[in-house]
């Protein structure tokens, strides 16, 4: 549900766009990005992921997404590819569950999305960034658009994030109807 969300989410906020790079990790924040990956390239867009070779799938989730993504023609490629061409990045790196700096290379990419001039679209929470505490330990994604799942995230209202996350909306993914049940 997370990557049809984002996918809704994306198509709301830039309808146009054509040429996408889904930046993903190797958790359940990338197995969203792979599922939003697939929904663009199945509308017929050129949406393309890219990946540190050490962020291969480690979630069945994230799995589970990625070969849905490659059995529907998809194709993965690694950050020397660079984001040429795109209109837009999607950060899937890292979810809500990360506390730590991100290491030199996922740092190194952050940067290379950071500098690419691109808008960056953030599933859940810019990657880099605490969620709970709104702090930045390391490199952090500069967001120009978060959507974020499930429920608002006390620390994207605070201390670094207030220059990280750029917009900010919310998808419930339904749960709130099943707790209102």
């Known amino acids: 549900r997370a990557g049809q969300a984002a996918w809704r989410e994306l198509l709301a906020h830039w309808p146009g766009l054509q040429r996408i790079v889904v930046v993903c990790g190797p958790g359940n924040n990338g197995g969203d990005g792979y599922e939003l990956c697939r929904h663009a390239h199945e509308s017929g867009r050129d949406a393309r992921v890219l990946r540190l070779e050490s962020h291969a799938p480690r979630t069945d989730l994230a799995r589970r997404a990625s070969e849905a993504f490659r059995e529907a023609g998809?194709?993965?490629?690694?950050?020397?590819?660079?984001?040429?061409?795109?209109?837009?990045?999607?950060?899937?790196?890292?979810?809500?569950?990360?506390?730590?700096a991100p290491d030199a290379d996922t740092a190194a990419l952050i940067e290379a999305i950071n500098g690419s001039g691109l808008p960056v679209f953030s599933l859940d929470v810019p990657s880099g960034l605490d969620a709970d505490r709104g702090s930045a330990p390391g490199a952090v994604v500069r967001a120009t658009h978060t959507l974020q799942?499930?429920?608002?995230?006390?620390?994207?209202?605070?201390?670094?994030?207030?220059?990280?996350?750029?917009?900010?909306?919310?998808?419930?993914?339904?749960?709130?109807?099943?707790?209102?049940?």
């Open 149 to 181: 799942l499930l429920g608002p995230h006390t620390g994207l209202y605070t201390g670094d994030a207030l220059d990280c996350t750029g917009t900010l909306s919310l998808s419930t993914l339904g749960a709130d109807d099943a707790l209102a049940r």
């Open 74 to 100: 998809g194709r993965v490629a690694t950050p020397g590819s660079g984001f040429a061409g795109a209109q837009l990045v999607v950060d899937a790196l890292f979810g809500i569950g990360l506390s730590r």
